[in-house]
């Protein structure tokens, strides 16, 4: 291992709080307000998944995240046939405002945060939680979360997207323009590393393409209208915390003092809207399906990672998550996994405990500078979506991906339970729901709603989103409320869209 950071004086003497806040973005940090314990669910029906909602707020949880099926996030309804074998498997499947009600029933949005996972169709799931709001008699300035709508990095590492990258980006920053006028408490992005990194990036290509993504989304912002000010503040990032402990600490805190630096030096950004806010889920593609019960103890070093690196929201990981969703008692453990690290651990009670540290603030300077170098590089190139066009994140990741896996396969990384202390021990069965009666009860849903609404109010408001999706300049949130309000479905929504922009094409 290289040692140079034994001769390296620590050079960052700024105070916890202050900027470039690579000792955390508040003075006291967890002495003052705990992290979000925000454990990410979503399974089948609405039904179920709003069941295991409530049994993760009774066991302490303090915010929602919602994972939603194959086909809502690709802007198909449960009766497409492009859905078939899909519906329900990946997370709750939502055709309807209907059903986004009934995700929520009992549950008032005025007193929780969610966040949803949810990109190409972000739009369309904006527009019905707000409906559901109007319904319950919350009004938008009162609904709270983070709407992930990071549409740059699907095309980069993950896939569901549907439309080409300009009008994606018009979507992305309709809604930054909407949820600003509107003043609403809510996130209008989450830019995420974390799929980059499970697709197989490095820690420091994860800060680097996370950030060359939101430099883009913040002049795209600025082209909508909406001032940086205005908008940075409420900009938040998604990243993963990985085993290697030290390297997620530090990297954590070089991305508060690099995107700080960024921001400034590219925007003059106030230190307000510079100041970097995000959510960390441990890593998904470290646990193994072989000897599961190691996977505890990965997620918790990674959670430990991500408090002491000063992260604002957290999931962890169930340790049965390689074999199949998250089983009731696995997710609970989850949560207690954080609360353990909350409550008696005292990491909570120290700011930056490893700030000082020769080797932490070695490392620290490390990945920032390797990471400004890949911006900078990016930036160099046109920005994010030409970097797209030439397969510049694709292919550096696809590399990192290859160099990760010949090194485990020849020993050189050590997996336990895969490719060391391995004991053969059989694989245990997981029960898995019905998805085919699943798929039917939704289907039929589908089919009772089109039946009753008024086909009249559906066909004009989606008339008057093809007409606003033709002009270049028009609001496109606005045509999409009034479209959920009047029962258009998900997919009937995303299908005027496609019409009129087509489909990208990732050849």
Do not use: C
Request: no cysteine.
């Amino acid at each position: 291992m290289n040692q140079d950071w034994l001769e390296r004086p620590v050079t960052d003497q700024s105070a916890p709080g202050d900027p470039p806040f690579t000792r955390g973005i508040y003075p006291t940090m967890y002495r003052g307000k705990l992290w979000t314990m925000r454990q990410y669910a979503g399974f089948g029906t609405a039904e179920e998944t709003n069941a295991r909602f409530r049994h993760l707020l009774d066991a302490g949880q303090t915010g929602l995240s919602v994972a939603f099926d194959l086909p809502t996030q690709m802007g198909y309804d449960s009766d497409h046939r492009m859905a078939e074998g899909e519906v329900g498997r990946a997370g709750v499947a939502i055709d309807s405002v209907d059903d986004l009600e009934r995700l929520f029933h009992g549950i008032p949005l005025d007193k929780v945060s969610t966040s949803m996972t949810i990109n190409a169709t972000a739009a369309i799931l904006l527009a019905m939680y707000v409906a559901v709001g109007e319904e319950q008699g919350v009004p938008l300035i009162k609904l709270q979360g983070t709407l992930q709508n990071d549409i740059l990095k699907e095309y980069i590492a993950r896939g569901t997207y549907i439309y080409p990258p300009e009008p994606s980006l018009r979507l992305v920053a309709d809604i930054f323009r909407f949820t600003s006028r509107a003043k609403m408490s809510f996130n209008p992005i989450s830019i995420s590393g974390y799929h980059m990194r499970e697709a197989g990036a490095t820690a420091v290509q994860e800060l680097a393409f996370t950030f060359a993504n939101g430099l883009e989304y913040v002049r795209r912002a600025q082209y909508a209208g909406v001032a940086v000010n205005d908008l940075a503040p409420r900009l938040s990032f998604f990243f993963a915390a990985y085993t290697n402990l030290f390297e997620e600490i530090a990297k954590f805190r070089a991305a508060r003092r690099l995107w700080y630096r960024l921001m400034k030096e590219k925007f003059n950004a106030s230190d307000a809207a510079a100041r970097l806010r995000f959510h960390t889920q441990t890593g998904g593609a470290t646990l193994t399906a072989q000897q599961p019960l190691n996977n505890v103890v990965r997620v918790a070093i990674q959670a430990m990672a991500a408090v002491l690196g000063g992260t604002q929201s957290l999931h962890t990981n169930a340790y049965d998550e390689a074999l199949a969703l998250p089983t009731e008692r696995s997710a609970t453990l989850a949560l207690r996994t954080q609360q353990l690290l909350a409550h008696e651990t005292g990491v909570p009670d120290v700011v930056d405990p490893l700030g000082g540290s020769w080797y932490v603030e070695s490392l620290t300077e490390k990945i920032e500078a390797a990471a400004r170098q890949l911006v900078e590089e990016v930036e160099g190139g046109g920005g994010s979506v030409k970097a797209i066009e030439r397969a510049f994140f694709q292919e550096a990741i696809a590399r990192s991906a290859y160099e990760q896996q010949r090194d485990i396969e020849a020993g050189d990384q050590v997996v336990v339970g895969v490719n060391e202390y391995v004991t053969g021990e059989p694989l245990p069965p997981i029960p898995a729901p019905d998805y085919s009666k699943l798929a039917d009860a939704q289907r039929k849903r589908v089919t009772e709603l089109r039946g009753k609404r008024d086909g009249g109010r559906v066909k004009r408001t989606l008339g008057a989103l093809e007409s606003a999706a033709r002009e270049s300049a028009a609001p496109l949130m606005e045509p999409i409320l009034d479209a959920v309000r009047a029962r258009a479905t998900l997919g009937e929504i995303s299908d005027v869209l496609r019409s009129v922009w087509g489909m990208h094409d990732a050849q």
